[in-house]
């Protein structure tokens, strides 16, 4: 069986190349009512495939110059803010004498934001997401209120 080899014209070529920078707006939903999303911008018309593949050669370039002995690339802006800040909280922590108390302190303090987040969660699920619930506790507020203020 002979392998079978898909030829195109250049005009065919120049069409279809044509036809995927064009970007078309969305259709509207069948049937919902909702309006049509905004068309996407020519860049993100790939879904991002110009990023992944300049990130992918910048890493084999680092991989290149690190198996070379050389230095890799320098980071990126964010990258480089990431690196500062992290040997700013290395140098921090250095400084710490107490270790111990310090690590006990950011235990506590996230148990007690966690705890703090659940018992906010519960009492907006008992008392605010439900109308009755909430028009009940609205009316219970009311009640308290009129008494410290009339008595």
Request: with cysteine; glycine share 6%; charged share 20%.
């Amino acid at each position: 069986m002979a392998p079978t080899v898909a030829t195109t014209t250049p005009a065919a070529a120049a069409a279809t190349t044509a036809a995927a920078a064009e970007v078309k707006p969305a259709k509207r939903s069948v049937g919902l009512g909702l309006p049509a999303l905004p068309p996407l911008l020519p860049g993100l018309a790939s879904h991002g495939q110009p990023r992944v593949a300049s990130f992918c050669k910048r890493l084999a370039r680092n991989v290149v110059a690190m198996a070379a002995g050389e230095a890799p690339a320098a980071p990126l802006a964010a990258n480089a803010e990431i690196t500062e800040f992290i040997n700013a909280l290395k140098q921090e922590w250095d400084r710490i004498e107490d270790k111990y108390a310090v690590t006990t302190l950011a235990v506590a303090a996230s148990l007690g934001m966690w705890s703090a987040g659940g018992v906010v969660s519960w009492f907006a699920y008992r008392n605010l997401l439900f109308k009755p619930d909430r028009e009940a506790f609205f009316a219970k507020v009311r009640e308290v209120y009129e008494d410290i203020i009339s008595g």
